[in-house]
């Protein structure tokens, strides 16, 4: 089992963890794209619900809240974050169970959740763990399951062209850049899959799509 030492925190640097959601809620429409991504995901009560690198948990407990008889699990690689996480949840008073692993070594039987969720996470992956967590993504959502993706994708303006040469050289997002996500899904047997929305932001250019598990 591959150990958590090879992911990238929040923001690239340890440091920079405490500073990730005072600049995301600055720096970003947060409140809408997660909400727009909650609503996509079509989640009935019962369900159980991975936020799939929940980071601090904004959006596990989002989800939460607004879907109280829900199940909802966040995972992510980071201790730090974690812990900002279960404070979040507890603040907020919202059940959540809270696992640390990585995207491409999911800890969970096939077929355990209905929805998997995912925010702002694959583009600090490198292209193989973004194959490999394509296909735990697809193993561990039950027959019919959807899998709704917000994350960098390809520019739709000048300075998404500027901000992603950036981004290119600083994250791992050639791919997404390069448009290559949905036949990284396909190829992970993941099916309908959609380009929802793009939407323009400081950090370039961010791409909604679902995805779903064939019955």
Known sequence: METTKNYIPALGFHRLTPLYDPLIHRFMREDMLRDRLVLEADILPGMRVLDLGCGTGTLAVLTKQSHLMAQVYGLDADPQVLGIARSKAEQAGAQITLEQGMAYQLPFPDGWFDRILSSLVFHHLNTQQKQLAFTEVRRVLRPG???????????????????????????????????????????????????????????????LYRAEKSA
């Not at 709704?148 to 994708?153: A, H, Q």
């Not at 998404?160 to 040469?165: D, I, N």
């Not at 791992?172 to 959609?194: E, F, R, V």
């Open 145 to 207: 399951g959807k899998f709704v993706l917000l994350d960098v994708g390809v520019p739709h303006s000048v300075y998404a062209h500027l901000v992603s040469e950036v981004i290119r050289r600083t994250e791992q997002a050639q791919d997404n850049i390069s448009g290559l996500l949905p036949k990284m899904m396909k190829d992970a047997g993941l099916g309908n899959i959609t380009e929802i929305e793009n939407f323009a932001s400081l950090f370039g250019s961010l791409t």
